[in-house]
């Protein structure tokens, strides 16, 4: 999968039957482009919490099946168990996990809420960051008395629900409400210790947390807890947001750990809160020996701790993602009790794609597949192969640069340079694989009906857009190596001498990508009815092949100087 990816988290009420469970969780597996990552099911709180990722589009659609499902083959008048609900599908939140924004997740919990109120007759309290009101976002207050109290809630117009009935209907006597959501991404992680001591873990996971400790009147633990103006026990605070945390001990690897639960990863990241741990574990005379994350994290939250600590190290950040995925296992301790597998945890690698990419060939695989009698992958994406190389030898050298000796006092300035030209890199690296898809779409617009009228017309307009596509993909090859270039110019005036020749060759690999894409962007512009925005295109890649071409000399000349 690629492009905007959303988790669905729903909890439904019934941990028992395993084959309803099933039928609910097929529901949402059927629906193209989600795919189901997990399923917890809890017997003794008659609760399963399934984990699903997709588009936007497909999840929205994946979560309004699952809870249509559900509406079917659970009761609630007959429910029991350990933990709090109010209905067959109790929670549903959604949660962005890449290329995605907060507000669009909002915008599919609402639209989502909005379905199954009017199609399904489910009430719908919205909630966390889709909640209509600051006192909907708590979800333990929208689900305060619980299925058993649905009818009174109902009935006070305070709590009419956000979307579907307000009557207590032999319907929603069935299925109960639904909380719909946006929340952030919640990391359960749990830190080491060098100890069996469930107390001692207690008293670091107090210091973290955000609920810290309860006021003691003689200021120690078990004492009589200072109580203020509520009658309540007062508490003093603990040092990070957003973190929930408890002490235990695990007889599997016989040490204690702190179990914490990070609600909210941007406020508190992992790597925050394992500092924070060491920390307080030091001043308590523990050591913190690793740690470990439980289900799936997204991939920034690896990447942001691995870029933490290469600040702490003054070492480039322009590195790859796997390699910045090493070290935060390292710098972590992911690796303490059992070795660390990325594909099993880091939700992005967890997701199977539907097609082996051509990015992820080996160059045997990739240039063999060029070299077959398939017309794709072809020229488009060797161009964009050859400036992701381009782009790729450029970052190098500044990689290098940043860790010279006697340049200290630069390693930032190349970093920065650095991680512009991995990210140019990475989208050039990405367009290999696009180049073929546009071609793909052309080919397969060419293969609709044109039997009657209506559909020639429908099968011409989709070759013209298909074509479109395939112009605007090798420009954007293009205007990437442009970059590329601009970037290998940099570092042939200001980066390691010792690497000019690297350099060049970044120049030389970016022309040719530049050259190659344009040639793309000619072949397809002669096939466009509209004559005009053909000439734009075409107008666009001059432009920038002449810039390139400049750009070129201009690294070439430099190289010729360094090199002698």
Known sequence: MSGAIIECVPNISEGVRKDVIE??????????????LGCDIGAATNRSVITFVGSPEAVAEGAFQLISKAQQLIDMRGHKGEHPRFGATDVCPFVPVANCTMQECIDVA??????????????????????????????????????????????DPHWAPDFGPSEFTESVAK?????????????????????????????????????????????????????????????IPGKLKCVKGIGWYIDEYGIAQISYNLTDVSVTPMHVAFAETCNSATARGLRVTGSEIVGLVP????????????????????????????????????????????????????????????ASMTVTEFTDCVASEAPAPGGGSVAAMCGSMGAGLATMVANLSSHKRGWD??????????????????????????????????????????????????????????????????????????????????????????????VGVAALSALA????????????????????????????????????????????????????
Not at 116 to 139: K, M, Q, W
Not at 327 to 355: C, H, N, Q, R, T
Not at 519 to 531: E, Y
Request: proline share 2%; hydrophobic share 40%; aromatic share 4%.
């Open 23 to 36: 039928e609910v969780v097929s529901a949402a597996k059927a629906v193209n482009g989600v795919e189901v």
């Open 175 to 235: 299925s109960g409400c639904t909380a719909i959501g946006a929340r952030g991404f919640l990391i359960a992680y749990n830190v080491n210790l060098n100890t069996t001591s469930t107390r001692r873990a207690n008293a670091v996971a107090f210091d973290v947390r955000e609920a810290g400790r309860v006021k003691t009147q003689t200021g120690k633990v078990g004492g009589k807890p200072v109580l203020g103006e509520d009658g309540q026990p007062e508490r």
């Open 110 to 155: 609402r639209k989502v809420a909005a379905r199954v109120g009017s199609e399904l007759g489910i009430p719908v309290y919205c909630y966390e960051n889709a909640a209509t009101s600051d006192e909907r976002r708590n979800l333990a207050t929208c689900r305060k008395g619980e299925y058993e109290g649905i009818r009174n809630k109902l009935a």
């Open 513 to 564: 990508s530049v050259k190659g894409a344009g040639l793309n962007v000619r072949i397809n512009a002669a096939s466009l009815k509209d004559k005009i925005a053909a000439d734009k295109f075409v107008s666009e890649a001059k432009t920038l092949q002449q810039q390139a071409c400049e750009i070129e000399s201009e690294v070439l000349a430099k190289v010729d100087s360094l090199i002698g």
């Open 299 to 358: 991939k920034a939250a690896l990447i942001d701790a691995a870029d933490y600590y290469l600040r702490l190290q003054q070492r480039s950040l322009g590195i790859s993602d796997s390699e910045k995925i090493k070290i935060a296992v390292k710098s972590l301790g992911l690796d303490d009790l059992k070795p660390f597998d990325p594909a099993a945890v880091v939700i992005e690698y967890a997701m199977k794609g539907e097609k082996r990419a051509l």
């Open 409 to 502: 006092d630069r390693w930032e300035e190349f970093s920065q340079h650095a991680v512009r030209g991995h990210a140019i890199h990475s989208d050039l690296v990405k367009l290999i694989d696009d180049d073929t898809k546009a071609f793909d779409g052309i080919m397969s617009a060419y293969g609709l009906p044109k039997e009657t009228e209506e559909q020639k017309q429908a099968r011409s307009a989709a070759i013209q857009a298909a074509t479109v596509h395939a112009i605007q993909v090798p420009l954007r090859v293009m205007e990437l190596s442009v970059d590329a270039l601009k970037l290998a110019l940099v570092m042939a005036n200001d980066g390691l001498p010792a690497s000019a020749s690297d």
